[in-house]
């Protein structure tokens, strides 16, 4: 349910936005209205308790979507605490503007909680594209927001939708003290050309490519047991978003040429849930196509669910989704680590993550920001693309 609100003009510092374009208030449904600009103090009490009562509620839809019980247990009142000792001496940066994608729905949700976490008041601009996820979270806060115990969150606090226009997003960018812009390098360039007011600041997470290393004869070692955990896992980080989320693996790396059966098996099963979709094998497909047209000796191998590529100019395929991957074969670790990678996120499938982790941060040539085990890819953290996002979102204070 939305309802379209008129900019309304005030005199008063709180309510200081002129008239302008309507948009679509989603969460809270009511308007510029009552709409407070002033920060509360980084991790006040009030917020503390809504975060907490936030977190209780979407554990208890758990159940029926586990994307808003895995937000609300990330959210538990002892990871908040610990975050909160970790940015003592730190305050608040007033509004921030959240331009956020469509392509992983609840993005949304953890910038915004960001913010709200470091006092920030919040405007964040959802894309138009309905999802079952984010309208279930959308009706959690509406319900939360009509009690009188949060007021004070939900007055700092829109969610809005508006079509691609240059004037209200010029609008809201005039009145932020922070932009944060989620998006395809597309959108970054066009939000960018919007200027800021001179005391703000400005955060861009642009596309991003992830990957997956596998070590192939630790793979052959698994018993039946671990073989199905890690697959479950692995689908997990492969096939949820359409590979379309920047931690989504679209590049798998072998640690020694793998046994072909073993190849065809791991694979095969890791796509199992694309491989019954005739849209999905349409966009295999067109997306081969067109990576080919892109680089004459690519060489494609397909399997049930997945399309191979091995690239012969570039390791970033142009074209993703649906199952299209590139794949490279390295004999030993020193050879993958010569390869100029630039990745959000690695998925490590094989033993002793946290030594690949030391040994990738003295590769000078490799940009990895973070390692994942099978199963965590998607998995949002504190830090983003190597950005602490509380930082980002708040100032340090001199004593």
Not at 190 to 214: C, H, N, W, Y
């Amino acid at each position: 349910m939305q309802r379209h609100f008129p900019v309304i003009r005030s005199d008063t510092e709180d309510a200081m936005w002129q008239a302008g374009p309507k948009v679509a208030f989603v969460a809270p449904v009511r308007g510029w209205q009552g709409f407070v600009t002033r920060p509360l103090p980084s991790f006040a009490p009030v917020i503390g308790d809504f975060v907490a009562a936030f977190s209780a509620r979407l554990q208890q839809e758990g159940r029926e979507n586990p994307d808003l019980a895995a937000f609300g247990f990330w959210l538990r009142p002892r990871q908040i605490e610990v975050q909160r000792k970790r940015m003592a001496g730190r305050a608040p940066l007033g509004m921030v503007f959240h331009l956020v994608p469509s392509n992983v729905p609840t993005v949304a949700f953890y910038s915004w909680i960001m913010a709200l976490l470091m006092g920030n008041p919040s405007v964040v601009r959802l894309s138009s594209r309905i999802d079952p996820a984010q309208e279930a979270m959308l009706t959690i806060l509406n319900e939360l927001f009509s009690l009188p115990e949060w007021q004070e969150i939900a007055s700092r606090t829109r969610f809005i939708r508006f079509d691609h226009d240059e004037r209200v997003t010029a609008w809201l960018s005039a009145r932020c003290r922070l932009r944060i812009i989620w998006g395809g390098d597309e959108t970054i360039g066009r939000v960018r050309a919007i200027p800021l007011s001179p005391r703000a600041q400005e955060i861009v997470f642009p596309d991003r490519r992830s990957m997956a290393v596998f070590d192939s004869l630790w793979l052959a070692s698994l018993d039946a047991a671990a073989w199905r955990q890690v697959v479950v896992a692995l689908q997990q980080d492969f096939t949820r978003f359409n590979q379309q989320a920047c931690a989504s693996p679209t590049t798998i790396c072998w640690l020694g040429t793998p046994d072909s059966a073993l190849r065809r098996r791991l694979l095969e099963a890791v796509f199992a849930p694309f491989a019954d979709s005739p849209a999905l094998m349409m966009e295999r497909l067109i997306n081969s196509q067109q990576n080919a047209a892109n680089d004459d000796g690519i060489q494609l191998d397909s399997f049930t669910g997945v399309a191979l590529l091995t690239p012969t100019t570039s390791l970033r395929l142009a074209q993703i989704g649906g199952g299209t991957v590139a794949e490279f074969i390295a004999d030993n670790l020193d050879e993958l680590l010569l390869q100029p990678w630039d990745m959000q996120t690695c998925v490590w499938v094989g033993e002793h993550p946290h030594q690949f982790n030391g040994v990738l941060y003295e590769a000078s040539r490799c940009r990895v920001d973070r390692v994942a085990v099978p199963g965590q890819a998607l998995a949002f953290g504190w830090f983003w693309d190597g950005h602490d996002l509380l930082q980002i979102c708040s100032r340090h204070v001199s004593c």
